[in-house]
């Protein structure tokens, strides 16, 4: 594994008791970085932070994305903790259900854009001033290629990370200038466990527009993640980085 230098900078993981999010947490960890995990569901967020407090330094707090007031409350408390905030990665997220639009569930389809759009413009909104009184900030936002794509009988997650894409390149012109850069990843199929919630027919789809022929790895996803949260990355701000075997044609 190469290390990527996150010597002393405080991190916001959300989603972070499982797949990418539990991932790119490790990763963090090892590289140095203090990290908070931020997850909804607290047996395995408690889990989750037991495990990687042998790599560093993890703490953890159970909340809900969709609250900002929480949200914001959370960030706060991060602040007080450790005197700022340097990095914030989006992680959570959640798949709806596959089915045609006409017949899209409509709390359903509320749902996944509460979680997946709004949550991100909680976690922002909530950590942005905190960055800006430093003047340093990395925001890293986990999309899909769904977002830019489109896949058939997922239009809520689609829209949903298509909106992620277009929130991070208007932040990303908005802090510009201000020593806090916003990317977002656009992966394909990553082996989460997201993925108990996707079709065979829907993963077999995903899985033959890819041209490397197999899914991509938390670890993968989490080695891309660490350099956009790095000082090293100086001169992205809002840009799309795919992470997709091949998949991505723009």
Known sequence: MNRIDLDGRVAIVTGAARGMGFAIAQRFLQSGAAVMLWDLKEDTLREAQKKLSAFGDVQAEQLDVV???VVR???DR???KHGRIDILVN???IAGVNT????YPLDVWNQVMSVNLNGIFHTCKAVVPHMQSGGYGRIVNIASMAGKDGNPNASAYSV??????TLTKSLGKELAQQGIAVNVVAP????TEMLQDVTEEQLGYMLAKIPMGRMGT???TSGLVSWLASEECSYSTGAVYDLSGGRATY
Do not use: H, N
């Not at 045609?100 to 017949?103: G, H, I, N, R, S």
């Not at 394909?188 to 082996?191: F, R, T």
């Open 91 to 93: 992680s959570a997220g």
């Open 73 to 75: 409350a959370a960030a």
């Open 67 to 69: 609250d900002f007031q």
């Open 218 to 220: 938390v670890g993968e």
């Open 188 to 191: 394909a199929v990553v082996g």
């Open 160 to 165: 949903s990370k298509g909106a992620v894409i």
């Open 78 to 80: 991060v602040k007080e």
């Open 100 to 103: 045609p639009l006409a017949d």
